[in-house]
């Protein structure tokens, strides 16, 4: 029988779904026909096959030969599919053993000498494969990411020949080995010089897993507060690591295996459009709110951010995940991030500066502040001002600031503490749950009742004080919310009083 099934892999989204390559030998005028809803890389891989099995010393089959790639109405895309196919022609042709091919599941692209280059998205491949029981070729290069799937086995082959050898019992490919993991390099706390009052907040931020926002002039170290968050966040889970290593596997971007376990610390700039932030694309690809997944996306100069861009992010913000929808497939993208964005007070930044420098009128600050809208503030826990430091408390001989270990300790208790309450971050209670875990003595709840008509703040901009003072509250690892954790957190919405202090 000239027929052959080969086990393989598509990309959609981040999972990685089965694909069988039937090939089939038939008499006729020789040519090379696939279907199965391949985009141009894959119908393209029929001379790049043919080059590589003559490269191979092989014979290449002078008859109709027809390629599906199943199940058909699921779009195919990449040169991922180069060896598979390859396989298939000879098994069908019987240069090679077909029982072989059940046992095994293949990605690689070819090169015309018979070279196999690396493909994205193995690490998806390599967790479905494990969990359909299957061994997993890919090549050499690929064979790190692919080792990250522990629960599986993978094998690495640097040529179609090598790969053939196995099938035949001539070989054994090596097993694909990940690589030692490399010291996280986190800038430290110490370097931030006073900014008490937002390394207060920051530490806020880190132990309930809050979205922050930090105003201040030029200069006055909104970026490198921001770059020190993912330092005191916890460590990633397995499971955490292992999402934000598929996203990134299938981002085109590369992943690197050496640092698979650091969490994601994205930093676009300010015109970078709606698409590039929540992804897209004719193959949609996941956008920089999704590698950010678990980790933190900076957002420096907001207000100078498209309106389109910022107002994209309002749903990802509440339920952690974006969906991309277009004419021919929708794909869903986790994006469950922290969100840190930086603003100057007025367009020429010095707005409330003691130094007096600032010539913008009321209407224009107005106007610069208006370019962010209520339902996106709403969305944001805190807004931190951060003061021009003086002069002196830049000296070489300052003191420096408490390190990223001591902060990091404490943000560590506080999660372990919302862990057993709650099982997630307190930025991520749902309204039940913050109902029955953010209770208020009578007091306090009249001073928050007070706070929320003066400042007339929305039902979900309650909620989020009163997470936020959960969170201080377990930083002061007290079991109920007291009068001082309720009115700082208060004082964290600076925007809401009409005022960036």
């Known amino acids: 029988m000239s027929l052959a099934l080969v086990n393989s892999r598509a990309r959609a989204g981040v999972s990685a779904p089965p694909v069988r390559v039937e090939v089939h030998l038939s008499g006729g005028l020789p040519s090379t026909q696939i279907v199965g809803l391949p985009e141009a890389a894959v119908r393209e891989a029929r001379d790049r096959v043919r080059a590589a099995i003559l490269c191979a010393q092989f014979e290449f089959p002078t008859r109709r030969i027809t390629v599906n790639l199943a199940p058909a109405d699921l779009p195919k895309d990449g040169g991922r599919f180069d060896l598979p196919i390859a396989l298939g022609i000879l098994a069908a042709s019987g240069q090679i053993r077909r029982e072989a091919l059940a046992e095994y599941e293949f990605l690689g692209e070819l090169s015309l000498t018979g070279e196999l280059r690396a493909v994205d998205g193995v690490l998806p491949a390599a967790l479905a494969v494990a969990a359909a029981g299957r061994t997993l070729v890919v090549p050499e290069p690929s064979g790190a990411e692919a080792a990250l799937a522990r629960q599986g086995q993978a094998r690495t082959g640097r040529t179609l020949l090598e790969v053939c050898a196995l099938l035949e019992g001539r070989k054994i490919l090596p097993p694909a080995v990940a690589p030692p993991p490399l010291p996280p390099s986190i800038p430290d706390m110490a370097d931030v010089r006073g900014q008490a009052h937002a390394r207060r907040a920051l530490e806020v931020a880190a132990a309930g897993g809050h979205h922050l926002l930090l105003i201040g002039s030029p200069g006055c170290g909104k970026t490198l507060l921001a770059s020190r968050l993912p330092g005191l966040l916890p460590d990633a889970s397995d499971a ?139 969305r ?62 009578p007091r306090d709840q009249a001073l928050l009742e007070r706070a929320v008509e003066r400042l007339q703040l929305s039902a979900r901009s309650l909620h989020r004080i009163l997470r936020v003072a959960r969170s201080i509250a377990d930083l002061a690892d007290s079991e109920s919310i007291g009068t001082a954790h309720l009115t700082e957190a208060l004082g964290y919405r600076g925007l809401d009083r009409g005022s960036a202090a």
């Open 240 to 378: 955490e690591a292992m999402e934000s290593a598929a996203i990134a596997s299938v981002s085109g971007r590369g992943l690197d295996p050496a640092r698979w376990r650091q969490r994601p610390y994205r930093a676009p700039h300010h015109t970078a459009s709606a698409v590039a932030l929540v992804g897209g694309g004719a193959q949609p690809r996941p956008g920089e709110i999704s590698l950010a997944h678990n980790g933190v996306l900076f957002m420096d100069e907001l207000p100078e951010w498209s309106r389109a861009a910022l107002e994209v992010l309002r749903e990802p913000l509440e339920s952690g995940t974006v969906t991309v929808s277009r004419a021919a497939r929708t794909a869903e993208f986790p994006a469950r991030f922290q969100l840190v964005a930086a603003m100057n007070p007025c367009p020429c930044g010095w707005a409330g500066d003691p130094s007096g420098r600032c010539r913008c009128g009321a209407d224009v600050v107005r106007r610069y502040r208006s370019r962010l809208s209520g339902p996106l503030l709403d």
């Open 380 to 441: 944001i826990d805190l807004h931190v001002h951060v003061p021009r430091l003086p002069p002196h408390e830049l000296r070489p001989d300052a003191p420096d600031g408490e390190g990223t270990a001591a902060v990091q300790a404490r943000v560590v208790a506080a999660r372990e503490r919302q862990q057993a309450r709650c099982g997630r971050p307190n930025a991520r209670m749902g309204q039940a749950e913050t109902m029955a875990h953010c209770r208020l003595q």
